[in-house]
């Protein structure tokens, strides 16, 4: 799938300010918030926090990249759903979210089907062996907080800095250092337990 993305957006105030003017009365209440050019002003705005939010559920870069295309896509397509322009963004996070866990569903349903390991393992110990220590960090994790895991997924599986945690949750830097801290110590009590 190609990837879109978004591109600088630029208008000027005198363009903006003769859209409203150029359409009939029924149309100025519903061209605020189901424009095609809102819609893309406002993916091009949050595109990071989109992907974001895709890489508090998935794993890998591209999909994240495509559950956030694909979004785009569906709401745009469903864009006369949206009549208020300030729910626009809450659309795109939600259809993003969905589309996640479609993803992730999928994902588990493919893993369930596999019958045998691949032939090329180095040995089944080994396989044996990582598979448990993968299950006991995912156990770890799902027994944090919210939060707390929010900031360890995004700080250590999607590789951002501490500032860039900050501005996809919406909270302090402070805040980002303090869950980070704690839930690293929750989860070096988990792990030490199952060991």
């Known amino acids: 799938m190609p990837v879109i993305a978004p591109m600088p957006f630029t208008r000027t105030s005198h363009t903006a300010a003769q859209l409203p003017s150029q359409r009939g009365g029924a149309d100025d209440a519903m061209a605020a918030g189901t424009t095609v050019d809102h819609l893309t002003e406002t993916y091009r705005a949050h595109y990071r926090s989109l992907l974001g939010l895709a890489a508090l559920l998935l794993d890998d870069t591209?999909?994240?990249?495509?559950?956030?295309?694909?979004?785009?896509?569906?709401?745009?397509s469903a864009r006369n759903r949206v009549r208020d322009p300030e729910k626009t963004l809450a659309y795109l996070r939600q259809t993003v979210v969905n589309l996640s866990r479609?993803?992730?569903r999928r994902r588990i349903l493919g893993l369930k089907l596999l019958s045998k390991p691949m032939p090329d393992m180095a040995s089944a110990e080994e396989g044996a062996y990582e598979q448990l220590e993968r299950d006991a960090l995912i156990k770890a994790m799902r027994g944090l907080q919210r939060r707390q895991r929010?900031?360890?997924?995004?700080?250590?599986?999607?590789d951002m800095t501490e500032a860039q945690v900050a501005q996809t949750l919406g909270i302090s830097l402070g805040s980002v250092k303090?869950?980070?801290?704690?839930g690293i110590a929750?989860?070096?009590?988990?792990?030490?337990?199952?060991?």
Do not use: K, N, P
């Open 186 to 195: 929750a989860l070096r009590v988990a792990m030490e337990a199952t060991a």
């Open 150 to 158: 929010e900031v360890l997924v995004l700080r250590y599986f999607a």
């Open 102 to 104: 479609s993803a992730l």
């Open 62 to 76: 591209a999909s994240c990249e495509d559950v956030v295309q694909e979004a785009f896509i569906r709401v745009h």
């Open 178 to 182: 303090a869950y980070g801290s704690r």
